[in-house]
């Protein structure tokens, strides 16, 4: 039986949107279930364009409809949002863009909703420009963006907000991190290129590669052979931080699903334990660290309470990727604004407070933490870290520089879009001897 990719897509959406499932999660679910890799290519650009621009079509719907079917028929209200975006993101061309949302109505067992979506969908083409507009006039429907969390970037970000607000609505590019002990930059991206890969070796990143556009990274060459990794090259940023010299004892901190831990494991000979409270996303960091051939202490338990599973031993290094909003990688993951509220940034800065106060005691004195969120959101970043630099005398902020970005007090932070890189805030402190 032939499965409508649109009819499919329209129920992953309610889902995501209405019923607080991830996107990963949707697309991992029901991915499988189409054969073609082109209807898969359609079913995630409709959930990945759909959960980024819920906000602002969502509204637009409500608009168009005498009575709301977001909770009396949530699969027909997802499949109009996705008749809209259709339209104006994904540009399909008109007819057939309504002619197959149409058609998904039969698919989903609505046949005597056809007419009403046909009439939405034409009704919006008659009144684009004046619709476009109302939604144009808010914030959070322009640029599709929960309320409080436009007015946190306003607040913390004055000058940056409206761009990184469009850099979260960006596609971004696909980068790959290339395992320095599997393969070599320069003959990785020949290999790409021979197979049709427009690749580029990051500017200024030294094991950063970047594709325009995502694509299946198991049919990429060297994948199998682990050659390289999926990172964004704002997450990249961390090896260099932590400073390496063989022979280190590294914590890795909220390690899963790997992708740091990996990236140091690459860099140097060290004896690194990564730590992760949940055993399911433990098992994700073994499956990374055996496709790329990389050894590590893989330790589930809490990183707020060290008694647990710490054994006495100071660490040189400790790389503490926190829990938090996840603001800063709204591009990636655009469910994370359908489902974050403002309420939720209190609770994470109470584990961040934690996390770092049970680790600094762990640092070996001489040696270097380093504090990474991918928030924007100030109250997450500079503000933990000074509460931790106030009470300890023997904590140090050390002062570096990246070419992109800017300066935070303590630390540097990177926002969404600057140099086409993911939000990302650091911070490195110093334990005085």
């Known amino acids: 039986m032939t499965i409508d990719t649109r009819a499919l897509a329209a129920r992953a959406l309610a889902e995501v949107a209405l019923r607080g499932t991830s996107l990963r999660e949707a697309m991992e679910r029901h991915a499988p279930r189409l054969a073609d890799p082109r209807d898969r290519a359609l079913l995630m650009a409709l959930l990945s364009e759909g959960a980024r621009w819920w906000l602002r079509f969502d509204a637009a719907i409500d608009g168009l409809l005498e009575k709301s079917l977001r909770h009396k028929d949530p699969a027909i209200h997802a499949l109009l949002v996705l008749g809209l975006v259709q339209l104006e993101i994904l540009e399909l061309q008109d007819y057939a863009a309504v002619a197959a949302t149409v058609e998904a109505t039969r698919a989903l067992q609505r046949p005597q909703l056809a007419g009403l979506v046909n009439a939405v969908l034409r009704r919006w083409q008659r009144e684009r420009e004046t619709r476009l507009a109302r939604l144009?006039?808010?914030?959070?429907?322009?640029?599709?963006?929960?309320?409080?969390?436009?007015?946190?970037?306003?607040?913390?970000?004055?000058?940056?907000?409206?761009?990184?607000?469009?850099?979260?609505?960006?596609?971004?590019?696909?980068?790959?991190?290339?395992?320095?002990?599997?393969?070599?930059?320069?003959?990785?991206?020949?290999?790409?290129?021979?197979?049709?890969?427009?690749?580029?070796?990051?500017?200024?990143?030294?094991?950063?590669?970047?594709?325009?556009?995502?694509?299946?990274?198991?049919?990429?060459?060297?994948?199998?052979?682990?050659?390289?990794?999926?990172?964004?090259?704002?997450?990249?940023?961390?090896?260099?931080?932590?400073?390496?010299?063989?022979?280190?004892?590294?914590?890795?901190?909220?390690?899963?699903?790997?992708?740091?831990?990996?990236?140091?494991?690459?860099?140097?000979?060290?004896?690194?334990?990564?730590?992760?409270?949940?055993?399911?996303?433990?098992?994700?960091?073994?499956?990374?660290?055996?496709?790329?051939?990389?050894?590590?202490?893989?330790?589930?338990?809490?990183?707020?309470?060290p008694a647990g599973w710490w054994k006495r031993q100071p660490f040189d290094r400790i790389l503490i990727d926190a829990p938090c909003s996840a603001t800063g990688v709204l591009r990636r993951r655009p469910d994370v604004r359908l489902h974050r509220r403002e309420s939720d940034v209190a609770a994470m800065q109470a584990q961040q407070r934690r996390i770092l106060s049970a680790l600094w005691p762990l640092l070996a004195p001489g040696g270097r933490l380093v504090y990474i969120t991918c928030s924007v959101l100030r109250a997450e970043n500079e503000a933990i870290v000074a509460e931790l630099v106030a009470a300890h005398t023997d904590a140090k902020p050390v002062a570096f520089t990246l070419p992109v970005g800017q300066a935070a007090a303590p630390g540097w932070q990177i926002l969404p879009g600057d140099g086409d890189l993911d939000g990302m805030y650091y911070a490195v402190l110093q334990k005085q001897s």
């Not at 970000?157 to 469009?166: D, G, I, K, S, T």
């Not at 290999?191 to 590669?209: K, R």
């Not at 860099?267 to 409270?277: G, K, P, V, W």
């Open 136 to 305: 144009d006039a808010k914030p959070q429907t322009r640029h599709a963006h929960p309320p409080w969390l436009a007015a946190a970037l306003v607040r913390d970000w004055p000058q940056q907000a409206e761009a990184v607000m469009l850099a979260d609505n960006r596609e971004p590019p696909l980068m790959l991190r290339v395992n320095r002990r599997r393969s070599e930059r320069q003959a990785l991206l020949e290999q790409l290129h021979a197979a049709g890969h427009a690749a580029t070796a990051h500017p200024w990143l030294v094991d950063a590669l970047v594709l325009p556009h995502s694509t299946d990274v198991t049919r990429l060459p060297g994948f199998e052979e682990g050659a390289f990794a999926v990172q964004d090259g704002a997450a990249q940023v961390a090896a260099d931080l932590a400073d390496l010299r063989t022979g280190l004892r590294v914590l890795d901190a909220c390690a899963a699903p790997g992708g740091k831990a990996c990236h140091l494991l690459e860099r140097a000979d060290i004896d690194l334990t990564a730590l992760e409270s949940d055993a399911g996303r433990a098992e994700r960091i073994r499956q990374n660290l055996m496709r790329l051939r990389l050894n590590a202490k893989v330790v589930v338990g809490d990183a707020g309470a």
